[in-house]
């Protein structure tokens, strides 16, 4: 019996009861997405994924930090395990995710094109999906000279430093990085709800651009810097509408293409320098892909020939075969030609900020501003601290006698301090520093260098305090500092600009298979492509609850599509871009597929096949502009045209026009007229402001205007007026503007 009671006992002691076990807590969705979500979104946001106005995200400033601190900077190479190690103080993530950090650092790896570590061994290549880096126990490296500028300064309070996350060290928030590094080399990142991706630009143009903004806020920037220059080389196709916008808004794209060349003795083309999105494997894979399918034919045979020499992808060609005609054709359709999407997204205090390239530039200028200021006001204490000391010197060397005397008849040695302090009317500091003068310095020479130097450091404080007291003057050391960075660390461009003018293209349509379909256009931006054949099977659409069909066009599959929107942009396609459909399906949602820019909307849509006929605006001011359609058409495949249409007023209606017609306009107040097409004069000006087709009162505006067709032709007769402007006739008893759409 008392066994059991022991054992009784023992179940007694393990039994472990927690508290709301089992129980459904209900709870609001926003309170748990506070509690739960928002904590690790802005930890994500703000410690991780993006970059700071230094060019660094903290895995990078804690692995370069580490590497400062083991004096790495001048030092020779360590192995990359001892390095990781040794950051896993200031970062508490495993080795692999360190390292991985460090290999994308390192100019073995050719990622950045500036690299802050100096390596060796076998770190891989950034365009090679497959070939993995050494462990990090066969690899050395240090940090490279151009550090010297990342870390200038940075022992001289340059920078505020924070406790690392367990309190037993500190390190830098930011790095006083003497350049601007967050446009001279890449930094990619996804956060939570947003993400960046900044390209690099050569240093040598940075500099200058950043030099010329100093010097002037209206700098045209893009006459300093032609455009972005990626590690990889190949060529950027030049589109200086494309370049502008991401210069003034941090978004938008670049088109990059491969560098070949063509051995006409292997007949073969060598492909040596690919896009920066890429890598030869998917290259390699969408061309294997395109000969199964049957869509590529001129290749006998790809091989990679990458090898410490650098990148080489070999294509045999079958006899015959055109080389600069097939690449155009690869171009089109493998990532030999890609698009690197950019979105300047960078944390300033903490919270981030999508900006253009100027608005980045003078954060950094005032980055760096407040790095000198600190800088020099480090310097201007000290120099302050030892002319406190020289001052009190200078009492004694005036009368070293008497100072001898002092110290040879004071009886203990802590009194000697108190004895020289009374003596020479000197304060504590100043006499510790007298006492501990060496004998041997009590000659002539040191003298007169003691009384030099306190005329120097006078000299050095009033110029140290005129720095600080005039921003001019900090503005000309940034200067003076970009310019010896350019000098010393320049860099002719690795990636190359080829503008339209030097781009050949292959027929457009070779290829293509021409058929005719149906274009239904709805009312929020869905697209279908619709064969007749699929039509005659089932024609009733599938549209979203509230949308309907706005236009039906037929066309044939080798049309182009020019979209308008509210933004006055124009958004070109080809319709044989677009996939073949049911009318059961929703179609191709255009804003997305065309990737309009936020609140952007849809106002118009026209198909061609020869850019022949109009475009009329009709806008609220009365005025109608009048553009040829073939001004929209442009030598290269173009997806977006910026001012597509005038701004100076509201877009009542866009319509396209193959012939000359009548159209009937509307105001506001009740009026309409006639007009006929023929005497409106066009203007090849996309955004011409157009002429005055309605006269209008104060607060009247234009609002709708219609095609006048053969059923109404003999209703509108009292409309129509032979010049223009014109007031127009009352229109309250004609029927209604709906009715007449419908007609």
């Known amino acids: ?53 230094d060019g660094f995200k903290p895995s990078h400033r804690k692995l370069l930090y580490t590497m400062y601190k083991m004096g790495l900077l001048t030092g020779a190479r360590t192995k990359s395990a001892n390095v990781v190690g040794q950051t896993m103080k200031l970062n508490p993530h495993g080795d692999s995710a360190i390292y991985e950090t460090m290999v994308r650092l390192t100019k073995g790896n050719e990622t950045l094109l500036y690299p802050y570590i100096d390596s060796k061994g076998n770190f891989g290549k950034f365009y090679s999906r497959d070939m993995s880096y050494a462990a990090s ?71 200058e651009t950043c030099i010329e903004l100093i010097k002037n806020p209206n700098h045209d920037i893009i ?77 006998s045979y790809i091989r990679d020939e990458t090898d410490l020499g650098g990148l080489k992808l070999a294509i045999d060609l079958k006899r015959g075969t055109d080389p600069d005609k097939l690449m155009q054709k690869l171009f089109k359709m493998t990532p030999l030609q890609d698009n690197f999407s950019c979105n300047f997204n960078i944390l300033i205090n903490g919270v981030p900020k999508v900006m253009g390239v100027a608005e980045i530039l003078d954060e950094w200028v005032k980055f760096r501003k407040g790095c000198i200021k600190r800088r020099v006001e480090f310097d201007l204490n000290k120099a302050k601290e030892k002319l406190h000391l020289l001052m009190g010197l200078e009492k004694i060397l005036l009368d070293i006698d008497k100072a001898i005397k002092i110290v040879r008849e004071t009886e203990e040695e802590n009194e000697v301090v108190a004895n020289l302090m009374i003596g020479f009317g ?60 350019r ?52 024609n009733e659409q599938k549209l979203k609850e509230g949308d309907f069909i706005t236009e039906h066009i037929e066309s044939t599959n080798r049309a182009e599509l020019i979209f308008f929107t509210d933004k006055f942009q124009a958004y070109k396609a080809r319709l044989f871009d677009f996939e073949d459909t049911k009318a059961s399906v929703m179609g191709d949602f255009i804003p997305a597929k065309l990737e309009f820019n936020e609140d952007e909307n849809l106002v118009g849509m026209i198909v061609t096949t020869d850019y022949s006929g109009y475009v009329l605006f009709c806008f609220e001011n009365g005025k109608l502009a009048k553009v040829p359609l073939n001004s929209y058409e442009t030598k290269t495949n173009r997806k977006k045209l910026l001012n597509a249409y005038s701004d100076k007023s ?31 004069p066009s203007k090849v000006t996309r955004n011409t402001i157009g002429v005055q087709v309605m006269n209008l009162k104060a607060k009247t505006v234009l609002q709708d205007v219609i095609e006048v067709t053969d059923e109404i032709s003999e209703q509108v007769d009292k409309f129509r007026v032979k010049s223009i402007p014109a007031v127009g006739s009352l229109a309250k008893n004609f029927p209604d503007i709906n009715q007449l759409k419908l007609t």
Do not use: W
Not at 227 to 240: Q, R
């Open 426 to 485: 000197i304060d504590s500091v100043q006499a510790e520093y007298v006492a501990e003068i060496k004998l041997r310095h009590l000659n002539k020479e040191y003298i007169l260098n003691r009384l030099e130097e306190i005329k120097r450091l006078e000299e050095s404080i009033q110029e140290m305090g005129s720095i600080l007291a005039d921003e001019r003057k900090i503005e000309k050391i940034i200067i003076k500092e970009l310019n010896e960075i």
């Open 137 to 207: 126990r066969y690899t050395e490296v240090k940090l490279d000279g151009i550090c010297n500028e990342v870390f200038r300064d940075i022992d001289k309070n340059t920078v505020d430093f924070m406790p690392n996350y367990d309190n037993t060290l500190m390190e830098p928030k930011l790095l006083p990085v003497a350049f601007p590094s967050v446009l001279v080399n890449s930094n990619m990142g996804i956060a939570v709800s947003m993400a960046s991706s900044i390209c690099p630009f050569n240093l040598d143009e940075v500099c």
């Open 1 to 53: 019996m008392a066994r059991k009671s022991k054992d009784n006992d023992k179940k007694e002691q393990h039994k472990v009861y927690i508290e709301n076990s089992g129980v459904v807590v209900y709870e609001p969705i926003t309170e748990t997405l506070e509690k739960n979500y928002m904590p690790y979104a802005i930890s994500v946001i703000a410690s991780r994924a993006l970059p700071e106005i």
């Open 650 to 680: 509201k877009l009542v209606k866009m319509l396209f026009i193959a012939e000359e017609k009548e159209l009937m306009f509307f105001s506001s107040n009740g009026r309409a007229i006639v007009v006929n097409t023929e005497i409106i």
């Open 223 to 299: 006459s300093t810097l032609k455009g972005p220059d990626f590690p990889g080389g190949g060529f950027i196709v030049y589109d200086e509408d494309e370049i502008k916008r991401i210069y003034n808004t941090g978004k938008g794209s670049v088109k990059l293409r491969s560098k070949y060349n063509y051995d006409k003795n292997a007949n073969c083309i060598e492909v040596t320098q690919i896009p920066y999105s890429t890598t030869v494997e998917a290259i390699m894979d969408k061309i294997v892909e395109l000969i199964k399918q049957g869509k590529i034919r001129e290749i």
């Open 487 to 538: 000098k010393k660390y320049s860099k002719p461009r690795k990636t190359m600009i080829l503008y339209e003018l030097d781009i050949e293209y292959e027929d457009e349509f070779e290829d293509i298979p021409d058929y005719p379909v149906n274009l239904f256009l709805s009312s929020s931006g869905y697209l279908k492509k619709i064969t007749p054949q699929s039509l005659r099977m089932s």
